[in-house]
């Protein structure tokens, strides 16, 4: 997978928010869905305007197939879950299922599997698999997702709060933290955009993860066939790209 820089503070903020799928007039008889996203590159991001990455282009892709007009929208992504939570947004996305997540939201098929791993700081010997780790080090992973959760729940020494992968680093950098848990692709392009080279921090890998689009359940009651018929669509689009 080709990385790409994250555009600048300044650049995003200025960006407009909102993207809208365009179709006949005929499919624009039906209801515009809204679905909530974060910029997360490599999978999802901003260039020049336009929406980017591979998660994007899939969940774009599916819904064109359905012929199903739609708005996505970028925001903080414990903005993007609440709004779905309290029914403003049909759905967000990409995201792992968790068990917050569950009560209010069903994820599709899995729009992209990657793979997650431990990355500790120099000097640090450690067994991330052992008991006795999770008191031996102090543990990190981006803010109110499902990683920091399973941190958090899992009785690691969990003593940061990063807001992205780019603070994570800074502070596995800086000597904040001894391990940090992150997604390789995610963790690899903020090394890249800080100037680290991978060799600094050994890395141990943890399990590959489905993401997917979590669709709000009161929407699903409402369109009982839409999940279905999304996520045929999505894997036809998957296959497509082979």
Not at 13 to 26: D, H
Not at 62 to 84: F, I, K, N, S, T
């Amino acid at each position: 997978m080709s990385m790409r820089k994250k555009p600048s503070t300044a650049l995003f903020t200025a960006l407009l928010s909102v993207f809208v799928m365009l179709l006949p007039a005929a499919a624009q008889a039906q209801e515009r869905i809204r679905l909530a996203t974060q910029s997360w590159p490599p999978f999802q991001m901003v260039e020049e305007g336009q929406l980017k990455g591979q998660a994007i282009e899939r969940v774009q892709c599916a819904l064109r197939e359905m012929g199903q007009p739609y708005e996505l929208h970028l925001m903080r992504w414990d903005r993007a879950q609440l709004l779905v939570e309290t029914n403003q947004f049909n759905g967000f996305f990409s995201g792992s299922p968790n068990s917050s997540r569950a009560r209010y939201a069903v994820p599709s098929a899995p729009v992209i599997s990657v793979p997650l791993s431990w990355y500790l700081a120099p000097n640090v010997e450690l067994d991330v698999t052992s008991e006795e780790a999770k008191d031996q080090a102090r543990y990190g992973a981006k803010f109110n997702t499902s990683k920091w959760l399973f941190l958090a729940k899992n009785g690691y020494n969990v003593v940061k709060k990063p807001q992205d992968a780019e603070a994570l680093l800074r502070m596995l950098r800086n000597g904040d933290l001894d391990v940090a848990l992150e997604y390789e692709d995610v963790f690899e392009l903020a090394m890249e955009n800080q100037g680290v080279s991978p060799q600094r921090f050994k890395k141990i890998p943890y399990k590959v993860r489905d993401l997917s689009v979590h669709f709000s359940k009161t929407f699903l009651h409402q369109r009982p066939n839409f999940l279905n018929a999304f996520n045929a669509a999505l894997v036809q689009c998957i296959k497509s790209e082979s």
